[in-house]
Structure formats: structure tokens, C-alpha cells
């Protein structure tokens, strides 16, 4: 059981602040690329360009503050290739297929199926992808398909395609593809999975992310890593009743949506024990956080009380108790960040700072959660 009082607590991990403007990767298009009216107004702007790369949105699902998470999955994926020397994606929720146009162009992919559930984008998507040469039979580099989630999932598991990389960029608390996302996926691949449910992983809806992804969620202070342990823990009970055993390389908090994203590794054996899967508790009075396990459950109490079952503790679970971050997999990353120019020389402060501070957090001695300062003095 680990057990840390509030005074030793790690200072507000997973607090992403959004990128200044002059280090934002994808810059807003200037008056030159937006649309002409005939009345001489101007529409609402659809070219965008986000590492070099220009693409439309028209009226698909887009955001500037999303190109982060792009950079960090961009940045796996390619290192898999390297590792590799291969590189299948599917890109299950697709939107613009801006992510899909940067696996093809910057990760290397061998090949790209974006998916997308309303055909009204297509013409959007095969306009973002026509830059990169789309081969034909065994040498074809992409694809454009229309299908709901599981159903794409489920038709590549029975068609034998299996993907190295499952990006699911979904919205809200929809978990339902958890299950089926395992049969596509090869062995010791990768999921770079999603959640945009900031009311669960706050607490407020408790039967939702029960429902969702196997846990009860409380109020706790620090939300945020509740959401990234709420949408492993979730992973990480699919994985094991199909004989898998995934573990996060990293997890991504971003301010907008919320939006919380982890990129796991899909190992093909069961889950050894389940000393990262079980509960946490949160203490009301004094501000401390522990971690319970399946066997510990009825013997739950506070360092500050010797009354089991206290009435300021708050315990949420079952759910990922581990270290949220692979130090050597980010490591990796941010090295490669450097090669690409994406940081280093005053460039990329933010994605720099990011992967400075994943490294950091990746310390599997850290507490869960933060403390705030004028809590202190009580707790000591």
C-alpha cells in the first residue's frame, strides 16, 4: 500500500498550460488563405497549416489546441517505425484527417485507414490525403472509409487486417469501443486512446463512469489525474478478460474539452497481478492521498484518524494506480523532438517543458494528485 502524507505531495502534476502563440505548431492561415466572398466579406477560415503542412477543415471537427496531442502521438508512432521498421494506423474517428496526413508524412506510416463515420467529409479527406502518392494493391499507402467505430474495428478483426496503431480520438465518456479496439490491434502495438468527460473524472456523474469504464468516481481535487487513471483503468479491464495487459507510455491532460489522452502498449498476456489496479482514497481533513488494494478493501482509514471507514475519506475506483508515464519511451520522444527541430534553440519551449515534466512525473515514487499550499500548515 502506498501511503504519502500531503506534505510530501508532488506539486500540481498534469496541468498543461495552452501554447503562446509564437510557440503554437499550428498557427491560425492568414487573410491570403481564407475565402473570398463575392460581397467582399470573408468566410470563417478552412486552410489551416499545423508542422508545415496545409489541410482543410471546412465544417469537420477541428481544433488548433488539439495539435499537441497530435505532436505526441506522431512522435510514438514514429518511433515504433524505427523500432519496427513497420507502420499500419488506423485512425478510427478521422475527422479532417489531419492526423491521418501526419502519420503518412511525418511518422513514415506504410499505410493509413482514416475512418470516419459521416461520408459527408470525404471530399475533405481525400483533398488533405491527395499529397501523399496513394499506391495501388499491395503498395497502397491510404484509405478512406465510413463506418461506425466498432463496426470498422470488428470488420478488420474478422478480415485478419491488424493495425500497429489504433488512434481513437472520441468524444465524451463513449468506452464502447474498449472491447473491440483489442481484436484489431497486433501484438506489443499501440492504442492512443481518448476521453473528453471532465464531469466524471470531477465526480459528478459517478453511474457514468461506472458504466463507461468499470469505475466510481468521487470528487477529488485533482480531477485531471483521475481521468487519465479513469481511462486506463477502463483499458485495462478490457485488456485482461481478453488475455491482454496494456501499460501507459504516456497521458496527456489538455486544458480544452477537457481532453484526456493516453498512448498504451498492448502486451499479449494477462495482467501478472493487479498491484496498479484498485482504489484511491482522498482525505477531506488533512489532504491525504493513498492507494488501497483489492484485499485492502472494508480496512480503509486515514493516517490522520484511526477509524476505519472515516467520514472525510473519499475513495474512487477501481482504476490505474501506477506510473502514468514510460521515462525511456519519452526520453526517445523528446530526442527525436530534437532532431526534428520541434524544440531546442528557443523553439518548442511548451512541447519541451511537456516532455521535461512527463519524465519527471514518470518517477513511480511520486503521490498521487497535488496539494495546495494553504493546506499545508495543517498537515504538517
Known amino acids: 500500500m502506498l501511503t504519502v502524507t500531503a506534505k510530501t505531495r508532488s506539486p500540481s502534476p498534469f496541468l498543461h498550460e495552452p501554447l503562446p502563440k509564437?510557440?503554437?505548431p499550428n498557427p491560425k492561415p492568414s487573410i491570403?488563405?481564407?475565402i473570398h466572398c463575392f460581397n467582399g466579406s470573408y468566410h470563417k477560415p478552412?486552410?489551416?497549416?499545423?508542422?508545415?503542412?496545409?489541410?482543410?477543415?471546412?465544417?469537420?471537427?477541428?481544433?488548433?489546441?488539439?495539435?499537441?496531442?497530435r505532436d505526441l502521438g506522431v512522435l510514438s508512432a514514429a518511433l515504433y517505425k524505427q523500432s519496427k521498421q513497420q507502420l499500419r494506423v488506423l485512425d478510427?474517428?478521422?475527422?479532417?484527417?489531419?492526423?491521418?496526413?501526419?502519420?503518412?508524412?511525418?511518422?513514415?506510416?506504410?499505410?493509413?485507414?482514416a475512418n470516419d463515420g459521416n461520408d459527408a467529409h470525404r471530399r475533405v479527406i481525400l483533398g488533405n490525403l491527395k499529397s501523399i502518392e496513394r499506391?495501388?494493391?499491395?503498395?497502397?499507402?491510404?484509405?478512406?472509409?465510413?463506418?461506425?467505430?466498432?463496426?470498422?474495428?470488428?470488420?478488420?478483426?474478422?478480415?485478419?487486417?491488424?493495425?500497429d496503431l489504433i488512434d481513437i480520438d472520441s468524444f465524451?465518456?463513449?468506452?464502447?469501443?474498449?472491447?473491440?479496439?483489442?481484436?484489431?490491434?497486433?501484438?506489443?502495438?499501440?492504442?492512443y486512446l481518448t476521453s473528453t468527460d471532465?464531469?466524471?473524472?470531477?465526480?459528478?456523474?459517478?453511474n457514468n463512469s461506472l458504466a463507461s469504464y468499470g469505475a466510481y468516481i468521487l470528487p477529488m481535487p485533482y480531477s485531471n489525474e483521475i481521468g487519465l487513471r479513469m481511462l486506463i483503468g477502463g483499458a485495462v479491464r478490457e485488456a485482461s478478460a481478453q488475455g491482454y495487459h496494456v501499460s501507459p507510455l504516456f497521458s496527456y491532460y489538455s486544458y480544452h474539452g477537457p481532453v484526456f489522452r493516453v498512448m498504451l502498449r498492448v502486451h499479449r498476456k494477462a495482467l501478472p497481478d493487479n498491484r496498479h489496479y484498485g482504489f484511491i482514497s482522498y482525505c477531506n481533513h488533512c489532504g491525504n492521498s493513498q492507494a488501497y488494494s483489492w484485499e485492502e478493501l472494508g480496512q480503509m482509514s486515514c493516517p490522520c484518524s484511526n477509524t476505519i471507514g472515516s467520514s472525510s475519506l473519499v475513495v474512487s475506483g477501481p482504476l490505474w494506480t501506477g506510473p502514468l508515464h514510460d521515462a525511456t519511451h519519452?526520453?526517445?520522444?523528446?530526442?527525436?523532438?530534437?532532431?526534428?527541430g520541434w524544440v531546442g534553440d528557443g523553439t518548442g519551449t511548451d512541447l519541451e517543458k511537456l516532455l521535461s515534466r512527463m519524465i519527471d512525473e514518470s518517477d513511480p515514487r511520486l503521490p498521487f494528485g497535488y496539494i495546495k499550499l494553504d493546506e499545508v500548515p495543517d498537515s504538517c
Open 22 to 24: 509564437s510557440q503554437n
Open 135 to 163: 499506391g495501388s494493391g499491395d503498395e497502397k499507402r491510404w484509405v478512406v472509409t465510413h463506418f461506425d467505430a466498432n463496426r470498422v474495428l470488428s470488420e478488420c478483426y474478422l478480415k485478419r487486417e491488424f493495425f
Open 92 to 113: 478510427v474517428m478521422c475527422g479532417c484527417g489531419i492526423r491521418s496526413l501526419r502519420y503518412l508524412a511525418e511518422a513514415k506510416a506504410d499505410f493509413v485507414m
Open 330 to 340: 519519452i526520453t526517445k520522444m523528446l530526442n527525436l523532438a530534437e532532431k526534428w
Open 172 to 191: 465524451g465518456s463513449d468506452s464502447s469501443f474498449l472491447r473491440t479496439v483489442f481484436n484489431a490491434v497486433k501484438r506489443d502495438g499501440l492504442l
Open 198 to 206: 471532465g464531469y466524471s473524472s470531477g465526480g459528478h456523474r459517478p
Open 46 to 69: 478552412t486552410y489551416q497549416t499545423e508542422r508545415g503542412l496545409q489541410f482543410e477543415t471546412e465544417d469537420t471537427f477541428f481544433r488548433h489546441e488539439s495539435a499537441t496531442g
Open 32 to 34: 491570403s488563405q481564407q
